[in-house]
């Protein structure tokens, strides 16, 4: 069975940082590409970043661009967003997914003061 984990979200003040690893198991992870999506209250899910399966081409969405880095360990099965200089406007459930088919079940992370 196909299964992506992912976790690390929490409350964090405003300017601080968070790491949300997802966890891999049931397919082949070298050769798919790997995304991270958010979605806000009353919001669209929306991209957040996406690196390709060997881990050499890697785009974001405007608003975290300089801030947050996607990364992978393919002989770990992991992908990894590191988050940095955290703002309210980042509040929401971040997913990690896959080729748009598996999703992981989703972390909370709250920036406030």
């Known amino acids: 069975q196909v299964q992506l984990v992912d976790s690390g979200g929490g409350l964090v003040q405003p300017g601080g940082s968070l790491r949300l690893p997802c966890a891999a198991s049931?397919?082949?992870?070298?050769?798919?590409?790997m995304s991270w999506y958010r979605q806000a209250p009353g919001k669209e899910r929306e991209l957040v970043a996406f690196?390709?399966?060997?881990?050499?081409?890697?785009t974001y969405t405007d608003s975290v661009k300089g801030r947050f880095t996607i990364s992978r360990d393919n002989a770990k099965k992991t992908v990894y967003l590191q988050m940095n200089s955290l703002k309210p406007e980042d509040t929401a459930v971040y997913y990690c997914?896959?080729?748009?088919?598996?999703w992981g079940q989703g972390t909370q992370v709250t920036v406030s003061s």
């Open positions: 049931g397919f082949t992870f070298s050769t798919y590409a």
């Open positions: 997914n896959s080729r748009y088919i598996y």
């Open positions: 690196i390709s399966s060997g881990g050499g081409s890697t």
